[in-house]
């Protein structure tokens, strides 16, 4: 059974920094791609950023390229997303994910990101 835990969520001001942690669990995490996805309130769920199962390649939305940065730590089975210069709009719930070969398989149960102005 895998399970994605997420943390790190929070309030946050304006321009501030946040980290989410993400630790899974139920299979060998190195051999999936690992993402986060994110859902503003009245919003559809929207891709944040991936990266790759050996950590070479990550992806991110245009809206947080240069201000976010993915990463991964497998022997500690957990991925994070470091969010800098959060504005008000990055206000959402972030979801981690695990892929498999062609689409996405699992979801964490998402964590709560505030930033105020």
């Known amino acids: 059974q895998v399970q994605l835990v997420e943390s790190g969520g929070g309030l946050v001001q304006a321009g501030g920094p946040l980290r989410l942690s993400c630790a899974a669990s139920g299979r060998t995490f190195s051999r999936y791609r690992m993402g986060w996805f994110c859902q503003a309130p009245g919003k559809e769920r929207e891709f944040v950023a991936s990266?790759?199962?050996?950590?070479?390649?990550?992806y991110y939305a245009d809206a947080v390229k240069g201000r976010f940065a993915i990463s991964r730590d497998d022997a500690k089975n957990t991925v994070y997303l470091q969010m800098n210069s959060l504005n008000t709009e990055n206000t959402a719930v972030y979801y981690c994910?695990?892929?498999?070969?062609?689409?996405?398989?699992?979801w964490g149960q998402g964590t709560q990101v505030t930033v105020s102005a």
């Open positions: 990266i790759s199962s050996s950590g070479g390649t990550s």
């Open positions: 994910t695990e892929w498999g070969p062609t689409a996405i398989d699992y």
